[in-house]
């Protein structure tokens, strides 16, 4: 048998690691590490309610024809009303070794609705931006939503030196995601999966609780809007059990290659809203 020349290895190489990107894109898939979803009810998801005023409603509610989770003020008329759904992450080091992502979809009904903590989707680190660890500094990646005069939904992130600022163009449900890879130095933001900024930094201070995540009205004595919660979602990326598929296969670079101007190898990945 005539040897193959190194040429046509590099080839048969090259074929196969084309062939299994179509593979590489699903089997790299992201481990949910807690979600809520549609309208069941987050204390049944892992989250536990924390309520300032016994007043303050979260309840299923469909909005439109999307099955969401609904927070207003309900009854509440005290300086303490707020409500979050909050779970406390376990084992949070892990996914700053591998890559994480922050998936929200939630829509405001109403106009003038304040841009800050009233609407929220929070999660709380105990890492920086480049991934370093600090056992007396705490990390806030917070993604704060309000509406115009017009009732569109405006998307805020919360960060030391200035806050940056999303202006959207309608009062639909959308899908903002943060994104976090090591070697990055800042955080990826997208918006139905279009890169908007990829040095976002979070906002620091010091501190020693336990890493978490929260969404809903954290700011205490505000009127709420009515929120309407779609999908809160916290993964780790790549899924461990991909990781070995990922350096057998894979040209070196090329999974987080794909990721840098879109969320998924084809597109924006759909939320799922049911």
Request: proline residues 4%; charged residues 15%.
């Amino acid at each position: 048998m005539i040897p193959a020349s190194s040429s046509l290895r590099r080839a048969a190489t090259a074929a196969l690691r084309l062939s299994s990107f179509g593979l590489l894109c699903t089997s790299l898939s992201a481990a949910v590490l807690l979600q809520h979803q549609g309208s069941h009810d987050p204390t049944t998801e892992g989250w536990t309610r924390l309520a300032g005023d016994p007043g303050m409603v979260g309840a299923a509610y469909t909005d439109g024809t999307t099955p969401v989770w609904q927070i207003h003020d309900g009854t509440s008329t005290t300086a303490t009303r707020t409500l979050v759904y909050q779970s406390n992450l376990s084992s949070e080091a892990t996914p700053f070794l591998t890559g994480w992502r922050m998936s929200v979809s939630v829509r405001i009904e109403g106009n003038n609705a304040s841009l800050g903590a009233n609407t929220q989707a929070l999660f709380y680190a105990d890492h920086d931006a480049a991934g370093t660890y600090s056992a007396t500094t705490r990390t806030f990646y917070n993604l704060h939503f309000g509406t115009n005069s017009s009732g569109n939904m405006r998307v805020q992130l919360f960060q030391t030196g200035g806050n940056l600022v999303y202006n959207l163009t309608d009062s639909l449900f959308h899908e903002f995601t943060l994104e976090w890879k090591p070697g990055d130095t800042g955080v990826s933001f997208y918006i139905d999966g279009e890169l908007q900024t990829d040095a976002y930094q979070g906002f620091t201070a010091n501190g020693t609780q336990a890493p978490y995540l929260n969404f809903g009205d954290g700011n205490a004595g505000a009127t709420t809007a009515k929120q309407n919660w779609a999908l809160v979602k916290f993964e780790q990326i790549p899924e461990p059990g991909s990781v070995a598929l990922f350096g057998s296969l894979a040209a070196p670079g090329l999974y987080w290659l794909t990721r840098r101007r879109r969320r998924s190898c084809g597109g924006a990945i759909p939320v799922d809203l049911g």
